[in-house]
């Protein structure tokens, strides 16, 4: 339940931004349900309102994540980004969220 709140509490949530259901048929942004209705977290668009470009990367890579597992993603913290959450980072520095979100992916490595 604690997971659920961070990811709910841990930004600013959007009901229906215009042309949002075309991006998200796109791949360019995704959204959790709550109570029968689609949330898209603000993060995920610029200044303008436009979905970030980086963010369909990340979705890219995150193919077959459950939406609220990508939200969770967003609001950990991840030493890739100094400690600081890919939401954070994502408007200043995109590349890294993508570089954080593939190195997620393949997860620890030895050797």
């Known amino acids: 339940m604690k997971a659920v709140e961070a990811v709910l509490n841990g ?13 998200q048929t796109e791949g360019r942004v995704f959204a959790i349900e ?4 689609n949330l898209y977290p603000r993060y995920i668009f610029d200044e303008l309102g436009n979905p970030i ?14 939406p609220f597992r990508i ?11 100094r400690g600081r959450r890919p939401r954070e980072v994502l ?3 995109a590349a890294a969220v993508v570089d954080a979100a593939k190195d997620h992916v393949v997860g620890p490595v030895h050797g």
Not at 34 to 37: H, I, M, T
Not at 53 to 66: D, M
Request: charged residues 15%; glycine residues 4%.
């Open 91 to 93: 408007a200043t520095n």
């Open 53 to 66: 470009a980086e963010v369909a990367e990340v979705l890219k890579v995150f193919e077959g994540y459950r």
């Open 11 to 23: 930004t600013h949530w959007l009901t229906s931004p215009p042309l949002v259901q075309s991006w």
């Open 34 to 37: 709550r109570a029968g209705q």
């Open 71 to 81: 939200a969770s993603w967003f609001e950990s913290a991840n030493s890739l980004l």
